[in-house]
């Protein structure tokens, strides 16, 4: 029946030419790596921590939208995609798959949490999918054990740099010299213990106290009163803002008020819940959106604003997230015209010839050649805010800063 | 010795609170022999409640009894709508299902609508705790364990004084007997259930001012009042209220002396080594069945 149907002739050159079409197209996509241009992430966007999904969102909408206002990036406009993963690392690899070969979006952006970047590692770099990470700010999400990192980049902070700059300022402020430290007991916290005991030991002194405690904890007491007898009046903290509150009540119960200086797992939420108990509590950060803001970024704020229908910058509940990801986007349109194509091997080495301004630092270069400069941001740009009458502030903003 | 008395205090306050949880537990027992597992979410549902409408200008004094009042008829519609169908049959098990999986909507709708974030419920003895032999505790939490015995000295004096409480009593003895003596046992069950939920509606928005009203706050609870009402003995209510104000007690030295993580796997072992050792629950008494 098919030799009867190709023998007549008007209809083999048809046959034939379809053929060679679906052969070439078969063949094609080994060698190129040509993408779509779109920006794909999977983040928390229900559950517990829905809000940190939204935030990251919020920045990358900012940014893709001025974007294609001006005309996109090498002529096209630029499309987000959004899945939701819901904290869980193997839903974060299902939609690393799906936005990788399926969707072949030219780049994804990372969420939240550390542990789903990590599990993202083996199949980005098994598809060869550039991966651009806005919090997660797990040291091993970049800086891999084998010391091979080729598609992870990050516009975010790196634990392993973030615990120096919190002993330092802890060491500023200590009276007793004798600094303690609370972490949550998850892969963060417990990954933060042995960064942080490097940063004291190379500034010449040890933590007098180490004290850990659960996710959903109500009460404290038994290890701030371990720290209190320890002798610690400053304390450096890797929690978030749920089992803060109820380490602040718990020693406002037994009067205990040390110094606080802390990683940025508590937030905007914590001022809220806590009120007068968060007063003079320090936090890293890489970027306020309360107080005082450059041009650009009061335009940025002025476009959330209207899009999210928000009132008071104090509503952005993960300030540094949203700054991050509105940075990250410029990055990797800058990398797009230095690549001059939609090709993911292209975007990646063009990531490292990037110079930019935005609104968290001046990127002079945002990479290096070297996995611990896969980090964009660097030390020198961190901040330090403090929390006034409830809303963080930079730090220089407040009663709370340092005079000399 | 501060520490002592801290895990003593603060473990008082958690006891309170599983106290009069596990008194709604009982209560519904008694009148129905099914167990509410929304329970833990009423406790929820009192304290998110309460948040909203004092957010939105209300007074926590009327915002507070109308979160109860609500939350009574959730549970008279529990009862109603997922309990009396399911539990005709003298081993009917079928409200485990229904009430197990309704606890889950309820917290999933509480998240959507309300959010997963803890938010604050000023209150005026939550703000400067009591300090002494340095230790300390907001009079808020001492709130709770003094209203789990009021509701323990209520609940007797209701059960013993008025006609409806020993109607119920009437109905936990004898469901049958009782609907021949002319009393309404689905009646009296509605009711139950609905005192049950405001007594646990009580309990989340008195706790609320400490530990932030979030819709995830109930399950665990739930599931340890449960497990409090049955060491106890479901049957008896000072035993329930007792047991409670312990294990809230128990839980707090052994997260001081070991650790918070181990706080469950050690209390519920203990938990169960009580059943093995009362299999009618410590204070419970033998139910002698005629057949």
């Known amino acids: ?404 | 010795m501060g520490e002592i008395l801290q895990y003593l205090l603060t473990g008082l306050s958690l006891g309170g609170i599983y106290a009069l949880v596990a008194l709604g537990f009982y209560i519904m027992w008694e009148a129905s022999k099914a167990a509410n597992f929304t329970h833990g979410d009423v406790y929820m549902f009192g304290a998110v409640l309460t948040v909203v409408l004092v957010e939105k200008g209300l007074p926590v004094l009327l915002a507070a009894p109308i979160a109860i009042a609500a939350a009574a008829v959730i549970g008279a519609l529990v009862e109603r709508l997922l309990v009396r169908p399911f539990n005709k049959e003298p081993n009917a098990i079928g409200w485990m299902l229904t009430t197990i999986a309704a606890g889950i909507m309820i917290e999933s709708m509480a998240t959507i609508t309300y959010g997963p974030l803890g938010r604050p419920l000023p209150s005026p003895l939550a703000e400067q705790p009591i300090r002494f032999g340095g230790a300390g505790i907001y009079p808020q939490e001492m709130l709770l364990p003094i209203a789990a015995v009021a509701a323990m000295f209520g609940l007797e004096a209701f059960y013993r004084r008025t006609t409806l409480g020993r109607a119920m009593r009437a109905v936990a003895f004898n469901r049958t007997t009782a609907g021949l003596m002319g009393i309404n046992p689905n009646r009296i069950a509605l009711i139950a259930f609905a005192l049950a939920a405001a007594i646990g509606a009580l309990a989340g928005i008195l706790i609320a001012p400490v530990v932030q009203a979030m819709p995830a706050m109930g399950t665990l609870i739930g599931l340890k009042a449960f497990g409090v009402a049955i060491v106890a003995g479901i049957a008896n209510a000072r035993g329930v209220v007792v047991v409670g104000i312990c294990y809230g007690v128990i839980e707090k030295f052994i997260e001081g002396y070991i650790s918070s993580g181990a706080r469950n796997a050690v209390g519920f072992t203990l938990m169960i080594l009580a059943l093995l050792l009362f299999p009618q629950g410590i204070f419970g008494r033998r139910e002698v069945v005629k057949v």
């Open chain 1, 1 to 404: 029946m098919i030799w009867n149907f190709l023998r007549s002739t008007s209809r083999a050159p048809a046959v034939l030419a379809g053929t060679a079409l679906v052969l070439s197209l078969s063949i094609a996509p080994a060698n190129a790596q040509k993408a779509e241009p779109c920006i794909a992430g999977s983040w928390e966007l229900t559950g517990a921590l829905a809000h940190t999904g939204l935030a990251i969102k919020m920045g990358i909408d900012a940014a893709v939208d001025e974007i294609n206002e001006a005309g996109g990036v090498l002529g096209q406009k630029l499309r987000v995609i959004a899945y939701d993963d819901q904290g869980e690392p193997s839903r974060a690899v299902d939609n690393a798959r799906r936005i990788g070969e399926r969707d072949n979006c030219i780049i994804m952006i990372g969420g939240y949490r550390t542990p789903n970047a990590l599990a993202i590692r083996t199949v980005l770099n098994e598809i060869g999918q550039p991966w651009m990470g806005v919090i997660s700010a797990g040291t091993r999400v970049i800086e891999w054990e084998s010391g091979k990192n080729e598609w992870m980049f990050r516009v975010s902070a790196k634990d392993r740099w973030v615990a120096p700059f919190l002993v330092d300022h802890a060491l500023q402020r200590t009276k007793a010299k004798k600094i303690g430290f609370m972490f949550e007991a998850t892969g963060w916290g417990q990954g933060a213990v042995p960064d942080v005991e490097a940063a004291a030991k190379a500034k010449g002194t040890a933590l007098v106290g180490k004290e850990t405690f659960n996710i959903a904890d109500q009460d404290m007491s038994a290890q701030l009163i371990r720290l209190r007898d320890a002798g610690a009046d400053t304390l450096i903290f890797y929690t978030v803002d749920r089992e803060t509150d109820a380490i602040l009540r718990s020693m406002d119960r037994i009067g205990y008020k040390p110094t606080i200086v802390s990683a940025w797992g508590i937030g905007v939420q914590l001022g809220k819940t806590a009120g007068p108990l968060t007063e003079g509590v320090l936090v890293h950060g890489t970027f306020a959106w309360t107080g005082q803001l450059s041009p650009r970024a009061q335009k940025v704020w002025e476009r959330i604003k209207a899009k999210e229908k928000l009132k008071d910058p104090s509503e952005l509940v993960l300030p540094s997230g949203t700054a991050n990801a509105y940075d990250a986007v410029y990055i990797i349109a800058e990398a797009l015209k230095i690549a001059g194509a939609y090709d993911k091997k292209k975007l990646r080495d063009a990531f490292y010839q990037v110079k930019y301004e935005g609104i968290i630092a001046n990127y002079d270069p945002a990479f290096e050649k070297t996995v611990e400069r896969h980090d964009a941001i660097l030390p020198a740009h961190y901040k330090l805010l403090a929390y006034h009458k409830g809303i963080l502030l930079p730090v220089a903003q407040t009663p709370h800063a340092l005079r000399f």
